[in-house]
């Protein structure tokens, strides 16, 4: 599931392939710049802001990027191409001129923008603990900011803390010992926060962590309570309770999360 360590992994595979290459080829599939060709420019580099991608190019512009759901990047050496079936789900292609083509497949959100309004469209996002501007502070106040709101709708917020999704958000509650529905003004925020922002930098940053919570890679074991509604909790055997569906489903334990 795309969440802000995701998309920072995406953006370390595209520095890699693209940065500082020029683009012999610059498409984007989509109907508002269908008519927009990047051909010619340099690729000055990708930055992320929680779950979007930022990819900066000569004379001032930026793709503005989010994957949500379902969206990908492939990256292709010379004289090869995503397969036949994919082709109808590509929305970006970028060809170097040293014939490394960047293919971004079913991304449902693709904007080009100039790189001094950026703001735009990430401004509104929060802090993000995978950016150099990390402010955990301005975060937890941003939490904090709704005292009666349920403590797991205030984390999966972008606008409080960008970069966690359902994951990690239920994750963070499980490992405080935090029942989702407990009001902000009832948990303590920092260590949460701290907790939070920790875990995603390990994801986003260990080859061999990605999105593994328990650190125990095992199928079936490698998170706490998300995908095991109905499993007994691998710390104390209480079955675990999943409610809601598939992307925003809520996982606890009701005896590790006492309820509030």
Same mark, same amino acid.
């Given at each position: 599931?795309?969440?802000?360590?995701?998309?920072f992994?995406?953006?370390?595979?595209?520095?890699?392939?693209?940065?500082?290459?020029?683009?012999?080829?610059?498409?984007?599939?989509?109907?508002?710049?269908?008519?927009?060709?990047?051909?010619?420019?340099?690729?000055?580099?990708?930055?992320?802001?929680?779950?979007?991608?930022?990819?900066?190019?000569?004379?001032?512009?930026?793709?503005?990027?989010?994957?949500?759901?379902?969206?990908?990047?492939?990256?292709?050496?010379?004289?090869?191409?995503?397969?036949?079936?994919?082709?109808?789900?590509?929305?970006?292609?970028?060809?170097?001129?040293?014939?490394?083509?960047?293919?971004?497949?079913?991304?449902?959100?693709?904007?080009?923008?100039?790189?001094?309004?950026?703001?735009?469209?990430?401004?509104?996002?929060?802090p993000?603990?995978l950016?150099?501007?990390?402010?955990?502070?301005?975060?937890?106040?941003?939490?904090?900011?709704?005292?009666?709101?349920?403590?797991?709708?205030?984390?999966?917020?972008?606008?409080?803390? %960008?970069?966690?999704?359902? =994951?990690?958000?239920?994750?963070?509650?499980?490992? /405080? &010992? @935090? +029942? $989702?529905? #407990?009001?902000?003004?009832?948990?303590?925020?920092?260590?949460?926060?701290?907790?939070a922002?920790?875990?995603?930098?390990?994801?986003?940053?260990?080859?061999?962590?990605?999105?593994?919570?328990?650190g125990?890679?095992?199928?079936?074991?490698?998170?706490?309570?998300?995908?095991? %509604?109905?499993?007994?909790? =691998?710390?104390?055997?209480?079955?675990?309770?999943? /409610? &809601? @569906? +598939? $992307?925003? #489903?809520?996982?606890?334990?009701?005896?590790?999360?006492?309820?509030?």
């Amino acid at each position: 599931m795309p969440e802000g360590d995701s998309v920072f992994r995406v953006a370390v595979r595209l520095r890699a392939a693209l940065d500082g290459a020029t683009l012999a080829a610059g498409e984007l599939r989509v109907p508002q710049h269908a008519r927009a060709d990047l051909a010619g420019r340099r690729v000055l580099g990708h930055d992320t802001w929680g779950k979007h991608l930022l990819q900066r190019f000569s004379g001032g512009l930026t793709l503005h990027s989010h994957l949500r759901l379902d969206g990908t990047w492939t990256v292709t050496r010379e004289g090869r191409a995503v397969p036949r079936r994919v082709q109808p789900d590509v929305r970006i292609r970028l060809a170097t001129t040293g014939g490394v083509t960047a293919w971004g497949v079913a991304i449902p959100i693709v904007e080009l923008v100039e790189t001094r309004q950026e703001a735009d469209v990430v401004g509104f996002l929060g802090p993000d603990p995978l950016r150099a501007d990390w402010d955990e502070a301005e975060a937890v106040r941003r939490v904090a900011s709704d005292p009666g709101r349920p403590v797991l709708e205030a984390l999966r917020d972008q606008r409080n803390l %960008a970069g966690l999704g359902n =994951l990690w958000v239920n994750e963070v509650c499980f490992l /405080r &010992g @935090v +029942h $989702p529905d #407990r009001p902000v003004r009832e948990v303590a925020l920092e260590p949460l926060v701290r907790l939070a922002a920790r875990m995603l930098l390990h994801s986003a940053t260990h080859p061999d962590a990605y999105q593994i919570t328990t650190g125990d890679r095992r199928r079936g074991s490698t998170h706490w309570v998300v995908g095991r %509604a109905s499993r007994p909790c =691998l710390r104390c055997g209480t079955l675990v309770v999943g /409610r &809601g @569906v +598939h $992307p925003g #489903r809520t996982y606890w334990c009701p005896h590790c999360q006492p309820p509030p």
